[in-house]
């Protein structure tokens, strides 16, 4: 008999015709960890799909399924173990570093991975990097490991997030360096709204993975970014429409006297059937 092609395919013969039309195909993959999210029609078919996952791609060992939709200042979705070992702290690995992740406590996104690995390829020698919304590390730690940056700073308002990308430092090895009190990346644990007047024209780059309220820190960005500088803005717009961000991006550029040119506007991932994820690279010409 010939095995199932993907989920979707190993669930045919397990729901009736009627689930079955809503029967979840993707899911993401943290290590050992599948994170899957199941629609409200099969809320009491979860122990089957997770089991079937479970069965179908032997390298996991724990199923999880999305149990909110992204919520709270942290931007959190909670999480809950249906099957498998009852673990919730992944072992992840992504272009050459490897990441502890407490799922459902942190956000993260293994979708934005060829994002992260992209700019670590641009970023020049000698690059000041602004990681802001930084997570347990993924964009700084990658540009540690894949580029020739001098270092980064990366703020991070969740104080467990903050707490993995310091124990993520260690894991890689990113600021055990030969020259005394040289460190590739400083961490700070705090609101950008708070620590942004430090770096006025600092960054070379810098990197905004926060969509939804990313654009109500535009000005910051501006205010702390160089001449010729770029900034990663990052975006949720209905499919194909930019008018809203690139009216924030120009109010924002404006405010702070700065002139922009938008140099790649760029679907990084699919958020939704009628939304996508979108990166606005911006130069800074003066």
């Not at 078919?45 to 089991?51: A, L, M, R, T």
């Not at 999305?66 to 498998?84: D, L, P, T, W, Y």
């Not at 020049?124 to 919304?133: L, R, S």
């Amino acid at each position: 008999m010939q095995k199932p092609r993907n989920l979707k395919e190993a669930l045919k013969n397990k729901l009736s015709k009627k689930d079955f039309a809503f029967a979840p195909k993707a899911f993401d993959s943290f290590g050992s960890i599948a994170v899957i999210e199941i629609p409200k029609e099969l809320e009491k078919k979860k122990k089957i799909i997770c089991e079937t996952l479970l069965d179908l791609q032997p390298r996991f060992e724990t199923v999880c399924s999305i149990e909110s939709n992204h919520e709270g200042e942290f931007r959190i979705q909670k999480i809950r173990v249906i099957a498998g070992k009852k673990k919730t702290i992944a072992k992840y690995k992504e272009s050459g570093c490897s990441f502890l992740i407490p799922l459902g406590k942190v956000f993260f996104s293994p979708r934005l991975s060829s994002e992260r690995l992209r700019i670590a390829k641009e970023i020049k020698k000698g690059e000041i990097v602004g990681a802001w919304f930084s997570g347990v590390g993924p964009y700084p730690i990658i540009f540690a490991k894949n580029s020739l940056m001098e270092k980064a700073i990366a703020i991070e308002l969740n104080p467990i997030a903050h707490k993995f990308a310091l124990k993520n430092t260690e894991l890689n090895k990113i600021n055990c360096v030969k020259e005394k009190n040289c460190k590739k990346i400083d961490f700070i644990n705090g609101d950008v709204k708070k620590q942004f007047k430090k770096f006025q024209k600092y960054f070379d780059r810098i990197v905004m993975p926060l969509p939804h309220t990313g654009y109500q820190f535009l000005k910051e960005a501006f205010f702390c970014i160089k001449k010729n500088g770029l900034i990663h803005f990052y975006e949720i717009v209905e499919k194909g429409n930019f008018d809203l961000p690139l009216k924030q991006i120009n109010e924002a550029a404006s405010k702070e006297n700065r002139k922009i040119k938008i140099v790649r506007v760029k679907k990084v991932r699919q958020f939704s059937p009628s939304k996508e994820q979108i990166v606005f690279d911006i130069k800074i010409t003066k």
